[in-house]
């Protein structure tokens, strides 16, 4: 780094003979202590990988740069900025499991498909699976009501995916579980929010029980 060249760690590696693992870590480090300055954004490259038999593919490597620091804050090489530790703008990532509990606290009078929450916060970073994941906690904690089609074995979604809606903590519980109760019999009848294959629900799958609400009583 002493010769002032932005390098990344594959060229440290390559350049110093040590483990990639190692050439992060080392890289990582000095940019934190102030010794060096990191590419503001990360940079791309067409990479070729050759897989034997299989014959060589391509993909896209992501990648940041590492320049010496020199005591200063920010600096531009080969039309690059880099910037030090301390000036490097912090991401916070948005909380998935507060973002998809909000969700339905703030629409607590309708009931909704799994995969509807997953696409109305897709723009938040949201996936189905943490939509599913995240409920299934809350539903252990009695703050969700969480439908399924259940038959003697497992329980499995429904075309739209399980059915959830929140279960207000400020009511009696069991009149806060006999209204969440309504907003999925509502939504799986074709109700507000239905899917569009939710009508041919009520008749169930091979012959088991139709849907099942799990709550956990507290």
């Known amino acids: 780094m002493s010769d002032g060249k932005p390098r990344s760690t594959r060229e440290v590696t390559e350049r110093l003979g040590v483990t990639t693992r190692a050439a992060e870590s080392a890289c990582c480090r000095y940019w934190k202590a102030g010794s060096l300055l990191r590419s503001e954004k990360p940079l791309h490259e067409a990479n070729r990988v050759f897989a034997g038999r299989a ?46 509990l909000n969700f339905l606290r703030e629409n607590s009078d309708k009931a909704f498909y799994t995969t509807e929450i997953a696409a109305r916060l897709k723009e938040s970073g949201v996936t189905i699976r943490d939509v599913g994941v995240n409920l299934r906690r809350y539903e252990k904690r009695g703050e969700v009501c969480f439908r399924g089609y259940r038959n003697a074995e497992h329980e499995t979604p429904f075309a739209a995916g399980y059915i959830v809606t ?9 009149t806060a579980i006999a209204e969440a109760t309504e907003r999925t019999e509502l939504l799986l009848q074709g109700g507000s929010h239905a899917g569009a294959q939710s009508s041919g629900l009520t008749r169930g799958r091979g012959g088991g029980s139709l849907g099942r609400i799990l709550l956990i009583a507290k």
């Open 55 to 100: 014959g060589t593919s391509y993909n896209t490597r992501s990648f940041y740069l590492f320049v010496l620091g020199n005591g200063g804050e920010e600096a531009v090489a080969d039309n690059v900025r880099f910037l030090s530790h301390s000036s490097t703008p912090r991401t916070v990532k948005p909380n998935k499991a507060q973002l998809v």
């Open 166 to 174: 929140y279960v207000d903590p400020n009511k009696r519980r069991e």
